[in-house]
């Protein structure tokens, strides 16, 4: 089993930043890939940026230059950085895992609000 907690949400204005952190608990060495992922109102779940546990990324067309994503593997947290946010990136923010078996598992979410 794994646990994650996310943390770091909030209300920021158009082109503001947001650091966005989840907390890894639990069965950690089975972890594999990490994500972010984001759901905004009327709107079906997207992924917003991977990573690996070696560290590869990947990003959604619509953050590519603005967000990063990074991994603490000793402090089992990953993290969001999200700069130049836009009304658009209005949404909450689900941290994910999924371990080398296969198994997936989601935090709580945090809500991230962008005012034009």
């Known amino acids: 089993q794994v646990q994650l907690v996310e943390s770091g949400g909030g209300l920021v204005q158009t082109g503001g930043s947001l650091r966005l952190s989840c907390a890894a608990a639990g069965s950690i060495v089975s972890i594999n890939v990490m994500g972010w992922y984001r759901r905004a109102p009327g709107k079906q779940r997207e992924l917003v940026a991977s990573?690996?546990?070696?560290?590869?990324?990947d990003y959604a067309d619509s953050v590519k230059g603005r967000f990063t994503i990074s991994r603490d593997n000793a402090q089992n947290t990953m993290y969001l950085q999200m700069n130049s946010l836009k009304p658009e990136d209005t949404a909450v923010y689900y941290c994910?895992?999924?371990?080398?078996?296969?198994?997936?598992?989601w935090g709580q979410g945090t809500q991230v609000t962008v005012s034009s």
């Open positions: 990573i690996t546990r070696g560290g590869s990324t």
């Open positions: 994910n895992s999924r371990t080398w078996a296969g198994a997936v598992y």
